[in-house]
C-alpha cells in the first residue's frame, strides 16, 4: 500500500463506472457494454460476464455477508472515543462532529465550546474552536468560489457569505449542508454581510452598487436602504438591540464611520478623516475598527465620544475584526493570521497563522443571548420587513414595517402594494426597474437566462414584462417578481423587431424584421394574424393607442415614414414622409395626442400628433446619441450617451430636464409602465372578453367598438368572427355563405339547381 508493485491487470475498456473487491475477485460495471463483470485479482484472469443487457449500469457495492475478519484500534470500545474514533495510519484519533470540539485534556471526549471562530480564506470558510489554541484541525464548511464577506446567524446555525466571483449571497448549514443561493441578481461587489438575528434580516453593503440593502433571511422582500451619498461601503455591522447599523465609507480623500437607524433614516457620521477603514465590530456599547493607514485599531462609544487606541503593535494590514467577552480579535492580511488582544490592549497572541489570503472572521458563541423586540414576534405583524426603531435612553420599543423597493405601505401600515407606474429598461443581459421620480434606486429583475434584450414591453393586468430577446431571435415574458419565464414567440421563420402590448386585450403586436410585417398575437400564444404587410411595407419601431385603437410604426422601405393605421391594419394614413433620417424608437403620449420619436441619424427628438399636424423638433438642439424613447405623464425619458445615460425632460418646460440615471452599461430599451384604472378597464369597449370579438378589437369611441380582422381574413356575417377570405376566379360565382362550397363555376348560376349551401347562386335570377 505504499504504492510501489503497479501492474495492469486489464486494459482497453470502453466505460468502468462502478468498481468494487470482494475476495479473490474484482467487479465493475460498463456503462457502454451494459456489463457487470469480475477477474481474478491477483493475475487478471478468468473474465466473467455476470449481467449482460443491463440499461444504466451504474455503481456497485460488494459485501460479504460473512463475519468480518482482522481488527484495528477503533474496534475495541470505539477506543475510548465518546464520538467518532479515526484509524489513520499515524494511529487511532478521536474526531467530533458539527460544533463540538475535542477536549484538550483528555483528547477523547467531545464537548461544546464556549465559542468559535468562524474565517474565510479566499475560496473557503471554516472553523476552530477558540478553546484549543489553534492546536486543533480547522473544520472546513464549504469551498466558493471568491468569499467577500461571512456572518452566522446563531438561531438557525446558519453561515451567510458573499461570493464576489459569481456575484451572490449565499447560506449553508455549519456542517456543510444544504447550500443555498439566497440572493444572486443586482449585485456587483458586496464585501459586507450582517445579520440581524432578532428581526431576521440579512443586510448587505454593496460597494459597487454603491448601496445599502437588506431582504429576509431568505432573500425576499428586499430593499434599497441607502443609495444616496454613498462611496464605498463597507463593514457592515448592526445593533438590533437599540436599532441601529454602522459602516465604513470610503471616498478619494478619507474613510468615516456613518450610522444610520435599521430601516436606513436617521443618518449621520460617526467619526471623520480617517485612514483606509475596512474593519468595523462593535459590543454593546463601543465600536471598533482599524485604521490600515495609521497602523492601528481604535475604540470609541457609538457616538464616535471617548476614542481610545487599543493596539497599535504588529498591524499590517488588517482586513476584519471581531470580538467576543474581554478580546478583539483582527484578520491580518499580511501576516496571514488572525489574532487578539483583550480590549484594553494587552496579551497580543496569534489564534491562526498560515492562511493564505484571509477575508473575513466571526465569532460565534455556544449558546445565543435571550434578546429580544418587538419585531422578533412574527415579524411584528408586517408582510415583508420589520424594522425597529432607535432606541433612546429609558424609552420603550417601537417598530414599523416597510416594503420592498418600489412597493409602497398599505393604509394598514402593514401590508404593500406592487407599484402601478414605474420605468423599464433594458439592458444587454438585463432587465431593471426604477420609479420615475428622480433619486429612485433601481432594481433588477431576477430572470435567469434573460438573453439579449432588444425591446421591452408590459402587461399591466397580469404584470408580465415582455421583451425581445434579439439573441434568440424570440419573443419572452416573466413575471414582474422574476418568475416563470415563458417562450412566446420563437420561429425560425420569423426575427421580431420591436413589441407593443394593448393593456385592455392583452394582444401582442409585434415587427418581423425578415417578413417585412406587423403581427398580432393571443396572450395564450396563438396566432391572430398579420395586420400590416405588402411590398411598401418594412415596420420597425411600433406603438399602440389603445384608446382610440390606432396602432403607429415606422416604415423604413424607401424613403423612411411615420405611418398610422387602426388596430386592424384598416385605414393606413403617413404621418409624417419628408426630414427622416434613422427614425429608431416611438412613444405615444394618449393625453395630448401625440407621438415622438427619436432620430438616430438626426439627434434629435420630435413629435406630431395624431392627425400629421403640428409638428415640432422637441429639443432645440442636438442630442447626444439618443436611441429608445418613452413618454409618462408631463415628461418623456430616452436613452442617450451611447447607451449610458437614461435622459428625462418636461413636455412643455424644455429647461426641466436632466438625468435619471447615469453611469449605465449597454442599455438598449426603456419603457414607462402605466398602469390603467379599474374604472378604465371597465369602460374600455374592449377591455372584456376582447370586446366580444374572435380575432382584434378596435374602439371606434370611449364607450363603443367594432371587430376587425387580419390579412386574409374578412369579418363574417354576425360581426363578431372571422373567416378566411375567399376570391374566386373571374368564371367562378362566390356564395354568399362560405361555411362549405365557396365557389362554383358561373354556368351554374340560376341553372335551376342549387349548388351553394345557402342557395344563393339560384337568387336573383329573374
Known sequence: MDGTGRKVLLSNQRHIFGFTLLGDHIYWTDWQTRTLERIDKHTGGNRTVILSKMPNMMGLKAVNLKEPRGTNPCSENNNGCSHLCLNLPRGPVCACPGKLTLDIATKKMCVKPEAILLYADHAEISWLSLETNGTETHTSVIVAEEIGAIDFDITNGMVYWTDLSIKSINSVFLNGTSPKRIIEFGLDNPESLAVDWIGRNLYWADSGNQRIEVSRLDGSSRRVLLWRNVDNPRSLTLDPLKGYMYWTDTNAKSSRIDKAALDGSQRSTVISNLGRTNALTMDSGRLYWADIDAGVIESSDTNGHYRQQIVQDNLHYVVSLAQHKNFIYWADRTLHSVR???????????????????????????????????????????????????????????????????????????????????????????????????????????????????????????????????????????????????????????????????????????????????????????????????YDQKPTAIALNSERGYIFWVNMMDTPKIQRAFLDGTNVITLVNSGLSQPASLTVDSANAKVYWVDTGMMR???????????????????????????????????????????????????????????????????????????EMERHPCGNANGGCTDICVPTSADLSRCGCPIGKTLDSDNVSCVTEIKCHSDQFMCSSTSSVTCIPLDWQCDGLADCEDKSDEQNCS
Not at 405601505?409 to 428622480?438: V, Y
Not at 429608445?628 to 418636461?650: C, L, P, Q
Open 340 to 534: 487578539r488582544a483583550n480590549k484594553v490592549g494587552f496579551n497580543n497572541t496569534v489564534v491562526i497563522t498560515n492562511i493564505d489570503y484571509v477575508k473575513d472572521i466571526h465569532v460565534v458563541p455556544s449558546s445565543g443571548q435571550e434578546e429580544w423586540n418587538p419585531c422578533a414576534d412574527n415579524n411584528g405583524g408586517c408582510q415583508h420587513l420589520c424594522f425597529i426603531s432607535p432606541v433612546k435612553l429609558n424609552s420603550s420599543y417601537s417598530h414599523h414595517c416597510a416594503c420592498p423597493t418600489h412597493y409602497t405601505i398599505n393604509a394598514d401600515n402593514r401590508t404593500c402594494s406592487a407599484p402601478h407606474h414605474f420605468l423599464l429598461f433594458g439592458q444587454r443581459q438585463g432587465i431593471s426597474q426604477m420609479m420615475l421620480e428622480a433619486e429612485s434606486p433601481d432594481t433588477v429583475v431576477p430572470i435567469r437566462e434573460v438573453g439579449t434584450v432588444k425591446t421591452l414591453g408590459y402587461d399591466p393586468q397580469e404584470q408580465l414584462i415582455y421583451w425581445v430577446d434579439a439573441r434568440r431571435r424570440a419573443i419572452r415574458r416573466v413575471n414582474v417578481n422574476g418568475s416563470k419565464v415563458e417562450t412566446v414567440i420563437e420561429n425560425g421563420q420569423y426575427k421580431p423587431h420591436d413589441i407593443a402590448i394593448d393593456p385592455f386585450t392583452r394582444h401582442i403586436f409585434w415587427s418581423c424584421s425578415i417578413n417585412n410585417i406587423i403581427n398580432v398575437t393571443r396572450p395564450d400564444k396563438t396566432t391572430v394574424g398579420t395586420i400590416i404587410g405588402g
Open 605 to 679: 427628438i420630435a413629435s406630431v400628433d395624431f392627425s400629421g399636424r403640428h409638428r415640432m423638433v422637441f429639443n432645440d438642439v442636438q442630442v447626444n446619441q439618443p436611441d429608445s424613447i418613452t413618454s409618462a405623464g408631463k415628461y418623456v425619458y430616452w436613452i442617450s450617451n451611447h447607451r449610458t445615460v437614461i435622459n428625462f425632460a418636461h413636455k412643455v418646460v424644455k429647461s426641466n430636464r436632466g438625468f435619471l440615471k447615469c453611469r449605465m452599461q449597454a442599455l438598449y430599451d426603456i419603457y414607462a409602465v402605466q398602469m390603467p384604472s379599474a374604472p
